[in-house]
């Protein structure tokens, strides 16, 4: 069984600024993928950002990049230049065969103006 | 295109009606989920199509019946539903329901609030 967690169940930013969010994971395969998902109030889940855990670079797309250390278990986000709109909660998610996704309990990001 | 479409966006029910969820993705995608999501919860598997076949159930009561006419489109028929069944509904897809193939990345719908008096 997969497990994810997110310890942070919100965070707080303010605008401009870089914010990291935390995600661990335990998982007994192999062959896996990272995601992270954001959730804002429109409540559409929009997928992030993408890791596959073979790979040992980092995956980053524009402002967002994710901090993966495979022997820890560990996947964070890093948001950087956080805007107004990056508000949600956000969910880390790991999958694995079959293609059934495990999420964490999600952490709501706050932007300050 | 990356759309995963849901209707209605929002929807009251009493407890004897019957009412059903519709999910269309235009994406080629073979595999498609249902999903519950509680206030402030991470969302909850319910169902997941592959190749228009029900391929996983995760005990789900039969109040909830999937149904998936075609490999675009995916229905969930609501029947005698409880107040605890309120919740955000969504919809998801993703291209290769392959056990083999993992990896693949789902796409979620904006999903169907549903209240349930």
């Known amino acids: 069984a997969q497990t994810v967690t997110q310890s942070q169940p919100e965070m707080s930013v303010q605008e401009a600024e870089t914010v990291t969010l935390s995600c661990t994971y335990d998982?007994?395969?192999?062959?896996?993928?990272l995601f992270w998902y954001k959730q804002p109030p429109s409540r559409q889940m929009i997928l992030v950002i993408r890791q596959e855990a073979y790979k040992q670079q980092n995956a980053t797309e524009n402002r967002f990049s994710v901090n993966f250390q495979k022997a820890a278990k560990s996947f964070s986000l890093k948001i950087s230049d956080s805007q107004l709109g990056d508000a949600a909660m956000y969910f880390c998610a790991c999958n694995n065969a079959g293609n059934m996704l495990t999420f964490g309990g999600g952490t709501r990001l706050m932007v300050k103006p | 295109d990356t759309e995963v479409t849901q209707t209605p966006k929002h929807l009251v029910m009493g407890m004897t009606n019957k009412k059903s969820l519709k999910c269309e993705q235009h994406m080629g995608h073979r595999a498609m989920y249902w999903y519950k999501q509680k206030a402030k919860k991470p969302p909850e598997l319910m169902f997941v199509y592959s190749y228009e076949k029900l391929s996983i159930n995760e005990s789900v009561p039969s109040r909830f019946s999937p149904e998936c006419p075609n490999s675009s489109l995916l229905n969930l028929h609501l029947h005698a539903l409880q107040p605890e069944d309120s919740a955000l509904y969504l919809c998801?897809?993703?291209?290769?329901?392959?056990?083999?193939?993992?990896?693949?990345?789902?796409?979620f719908g904006p999903g169907t609030r549903l209240l349930v008096l």
């Open positions: 998801a897809s993703s291209q290769d329901p392959s056990t083999v193939i993992t990896g693949e990345t789902q796409y």
């Open positions: 998982t007994s395969e192999s062959d896996y993928y």
